[in-house]
């Protein structure tokens, strides 16, 4: 069964909110990655969290690893209609990069 | 440098046909994985070859299969076609084995009717 979850899974907020998604795992990860697909696009790599507790920023998207290495989240503070898709984690679980179902962003100008 | 490349893009099967899709990955990379992404599901790890070997496989019947050729270009097959089937089947390739980012191909839209 799914070994990594990802709450919501789908968001819509007005532009220039902020907006977090959590990812959380049955198992500790050695690393954890996260993805972003545009509608109509494909996943492509934003970011990889190795160490326990790091926090990692990308302009207005602060990247988070929980200390267990269980959890990681997502921020974007001040969201604009580009941040608009979906946003995934994963993790190697078993082997496998394991993704979590995605949460859906939606930004209204 | 070339991203990584999948054929065809679309595709509209019927029940119990067979399909072959291709990917071909980054230049110098070495490993590729392949992936079913459905909106219920979301992305589901079908295998990752490495080598020309498979290294790891998905929770998937026996009906999906694939190969990796000594250029690193990778198939993957579906015999006897179900409704079921129909999905994105994405491509990812990165370097080598190990946690490195992947770089996905667009995709190949499989229908299947």
């Known amino acids: 069964g799914q070994q990594v979850m990802q709450i919501p899974q789908y968001q819509h907020v007005q532009e220039g909110e902020d907006f977090t998604t959590y990812c959380n795992s049955s198992t500790t990860l050695s690393n954890i990655q996260w993805y972003k697909q545009r509608p109509g696009g494909h996943p492509v790599f934003l970011i990889q969290l190795v160490k326990s507790g790091e926090v990692k920023k990308q302009k207005r998207l602060t990247f988070q690893f929980g200390e267990a290495k269980k959890n990681s989240s997502l921020h974007i503070t001040a969201t604009q209609t580009t941040d608009v898709g979906t946003y995934f984690c994963?993790?190697?679980?078993?082997?496998?990069?394991?993704f979590g179902k995605g949460t859906m962003l939606l930004v209204s100008p | 440098k070339a991203g990584v490349t999948q054929t065809p893009r679309y595709l509209i099967k019927t029940r119990g046909q067979q399909v072959t899709l291709s990917c071909s990955p980054i230049s110098g990379h070495r490993s590729v994985s392949w992936y079913q992404q459905t909106p219920g599901q979301g992305l589901q790890f079908l295998f990752e070859?490495?080598?020309?070997?498979?290294?790891n496989k998905g929770n998937f019947p026996g009906r999906f299969s694939g190969r990796q050729f000594s250029n690193s270009r990778s198939e993957m097959n579906v015999s006897t076609l179900e409704l079921g089937d129909s999905a994105l089947y994405l491509c990812a390739s990165k370097p080598g084995q190990g946690p490195y980012e992947q770089y996905f191909g667009p995709g190949t839209r499989l229908t299947v009717t």
């Open positions: 070859y490495f080598s020309e070997t498979q290294r």
């Open positions: 994963a993790g190697p679980v078993n082997s496998t990069l394991t």
